[in-house]
């Protein structure tokens, strides 16, 4: 099911996409005292989730032969930490920018990583799961600044 996955990967990859549906949805459909909390804890997640992401290329970094890894070193670690620093960013922003730069974020990985998978830097099986949750995430994402900036 999960194209060579382990197991749990594609369900638990799953199961993370439910505080990005259940964040967007308080923020339009919650009781209006908690709508404002339900906005700035998606932001929250997709802050932590594109940090998540940068470390998993940080991992493939440090599992990588020497030999292997000599040339793309400086590219992985990067793609190790920039995600972090975007999403920290997008914390600091009024909502709607903070979105904005969240979805720039995770467009940016995806972009990346199908890059490095051209390369052979980044397994078939892992961006199988990340086209599909990273286009979950964008248009969760994009759905909810749409609703903030026409609402």
Known sequence: MARGLPFPTFWLGLGGL????ACAAG??????SWRGLALAA???YGAVILAFLGAVHWGLALAATAEAET???RTRL???VVPALVGWGALLLPAWAGLTVLIAGFLGVWAAE???GREGLVP??????RRLLTLAV???LSATLMGLLLG
Not at 18 to 21: D, E, H, K, L, T
Not at 27 to 32: L, W, Y
Not at 124 to 129: G, I, K, Q
């Open 71 to 73: 040339r793309h070193a």
């Open 114 to 116: 199908e890059s490095g």
């Open 42 to 44: 998606l932001i929250a």
């Open 27 to 32: 923020a339009f459909i919650g009781p209006d």
């Open 138 to 140: 964008v248009v969760i």
């Open 18 to 21: 439910i505080p990005f549906a």
């Open 78 to 80: 990067t793609l190790g």
């Open 124 to 129: 078939s099986r892992y961006l199988w799961l």
